[in-house]
């Protein structure tokens, strides 16, 4: 029997976002300062089993570690109050650009000797999949040169997370080591590199962790969104009679300069309207672009879905030339376990109008459709 629980705790309690109404946050993000003291009593026939002290200390330190693991700074449990179609999405405000450079003197795991690492990267309190490097096989000093963007949507809270993993070709992967950057230690628009002791975990009084696992060497570099990045109408737009030569050319720089500057598309697939099929209705939308897929959740038994979910595409320079395929699709599972796929109609959306106004708010007809309607909004925000 379990009797007399206390727990002492110094917690972190973040609310956010703020919203206008009420309650006036989305979400509660919760994690501790330091390990819990864990306090409590366990009787078996009659007789306090805590009351042997050797027994007590390893319970209750192994109760402590646990915790800390889960919910100790940076590792975080967030607490949603509001949905996504409350408006309760957190807004991008930057992009990480990440160049995992090398690694140095890493942990032996393989029999022969040797590792084949790899190093998998993500932000804190994200739910989008992490990044990973490509293998570098029977290499201990590994050298990758390899680059990608992460999208931030707090930079004062958030940290990267690296972790290093042994390749494994059956069975899970061993994990050589991690460390984690906190993206405050980081000045905007300016490359900065850092030399990572790698760590088994966040615990600092975990003594596997003097255990020498190697370093990673990574540069990082942070750019805030414009709040002004609504785009640039063209230079004509104006009536010439009124402009100069030199307000027009001036004009066109700008806008050049703006087109080659890295950005973030952000698209939202609110919902659709009537739309049908002979067979079964069923709908999710796919988001497809530059190769990439996305999906929204499937709602059931409509002609009239509403998802309001919102997909993030990093990019290098404007999608000038591009345009982007949204796709509704339906899917019905059968008693025997096999599903079946049905298009109910798609709509090819050129970017180049997102790219000068900023963005757009529209509703589409789909082709292939008898009268279906998607409603998209995308927006264009450079750094």
């Known amino acids: ?17 703020l919203l206008p109404t ?8 919760v994690s501790l300062l330091d390990k819990p ?27 402590r570690k646990q915790i800390a693991n889960l919910y100790l700074w940076p590792q975080t449990l967030e607490i949603p109050i509001l949905d996504g179609s409350a408006g309760a999405t ?22 022969l000797g040797t590792s084949d690492p790899y190093v998998q990267l993500s932000l804190s309190g994200e739910k989008l999949p992490s990044k990973r490097t490509t293998v570098k096989m029977n290499n201990l000093n590994p050298e990758w040169n ?32 991690m460390q984690v950057v906190p993206l405050t230690l980081i000045s905007p628009h300016e490359p900065k590199e850092f030399t990572l002791n790698l760590v088994k975990n966040q615990n600092l009084n975990d003594p596997h962790n003097k255990k020498p696992r190697g370093q990673l060497m990574v540069e990082l570099s942070y750019h ?40 973030l598309l952000l698209v939202t697939v609110k919902g659709a309207e009537d ?34 979910e919102e997909f993030q595409f990093v990019l290098e ?32 959306i050129n970017l180049s109008d997102v790219v000068f106004n900023g963005h757009i708010n529209e509703k589409f007809n789909l082709i292939n459709s008898r009268n279906g309607v998607i409603h998209v909004e995308i927006r264009w925000e450079v750094t």
């Open 90 to 111: 957190k807004k991008p405000v930057g992009i990480l650009h990440v160049k995992v450079i090398r690694a140095r003197k890493l942990l032996k795991m393989d029999l």
């Open 317 to 348: 320079e404007a999608p000038l030339k591009e345009e982007i395929q949204i796709q509704v699709m339906s899917k019905r599972r059968t008693k025997f376990c096999f599903s079946s796929k049905e298009s109910l109609g798609y709509v090819n």
């Open 1 to 17: 029997m379990l009797l007399d629980v206390q727990i002492s705790a110094v917690p972190r309690i973040i609310l956010k976002p």
């Open 146 to 177: 390899e680059s990608f963007n992460l999208t931030v949507k707090d930079f004062r809270s958030q940290v990267l997370e690296l972790h290093v993993y042994d390749w494994e070709k059956f069975g899970t992967h061993d994990k050589l080591g």
């Open 224 to 263: 805030p969104l414009r709040e002004d990045s609504h785009g640039f109408s063209g230079p004509l737009e104006r009536h010439e009679s009124q402009i100069s030569e030199s307000e027009v050319l001036e004009k066109t720089n700008e806008e050049a300069s703006h087109n080659c500057q890295p950005g």
């Open 22 to 29: 009420f309650p006036c946050f989305a979400s509660i993000t």
């Open 37 to 63: 003291q864990v306090d409590f009593g366990l009787k078996l026939f009659n007789g306090d089993m805590m009351a042997i002290p050797l027994l007590y200390q390893s319970v209750q330190e192994t109760i």
């Open 275 to 308: 739309v049908e099929d002979k067979h079964h209705t069923n709908p999710y939308a796919l988001v497809m672009f530059r190769g990439e897929e996305k999906k929204t959740k499937l709602v059931k038994r409509t002609r009239d879905p509403c998802w309001n």
